[in-house]
């Protein structure tokens, strides 16, 4: 005995009452969108744990030999405080802040030619804002 007996509906009520759920609530553009986000998505594999692995052995962590060049350090630190004051003369620059939240990821990531290139670029922009600050207000 199938389903559609037991509830005693015909398959052809079923069809027409599909039909009119389709059209009454739900478009085509939205299944079209949710057949494409099932056809995009894939599962993640997570690799399944080392069986063979020895009990005595002990693993340990190697110190990360990649570090933040002197220079890039001390640049970043001196675009902090230039940042700061431009801040205290409310002189600072959306770029410039900007910049220094893009610099401190790079030295978060130890990378230590863009930490140095975004910190002279800070450094400029904050002493062009305070230079901009001697300048009379432009007056239409």
């Not at 060049?69 to 770029?95: C, I, M, N, Y």
């Not at 401190?104 to 800070?122: K, M, P, V, Y």
């Not at 922009?125 to 901009?132: G, H, K, N, V």
Request: hydrophobic share 45%; aromatic share 4%; proline share 6%.
């Amino acid at each position: 005995m199938s389903m559609l007996e037991s509830v005693n509906v015909s398959p052809s009520h079923s069809l027409t009452t599909s039909l009119r759920m389709l059209r009454g609530g739900v478009s085509i553009a939205a299944l079209g969108l949710f057949a494409n986000a099932c056809a995009l998505w894939h599962p993640s594999q997570t690799p399944l744990p080392s069986t063979a692995s020895p009990s005595n052995t002990v693993e340990t962590a190697k110190p990360s030999t990649v570090v933040l060049s002197d220079t890039a350090a001390a640049a970043l630190a001196q675009a902090r405080l230039q940042v700061a004051d431009a801040k205290r003369a409310r002189a600072l620059w959306k770029s410039a802040a900007e910049k220094l939240n893009a610099a401190e990821l790079a030295a978060s990531r130890h990378d230590s030619a863009n930490t140095l290139r975004l910190s002279n670029e800070i450094i400029s922009l904050c002493e062009q804002s305070r230079a901009q600050l001697l300048y009379p207000p432009v007056a239409w």
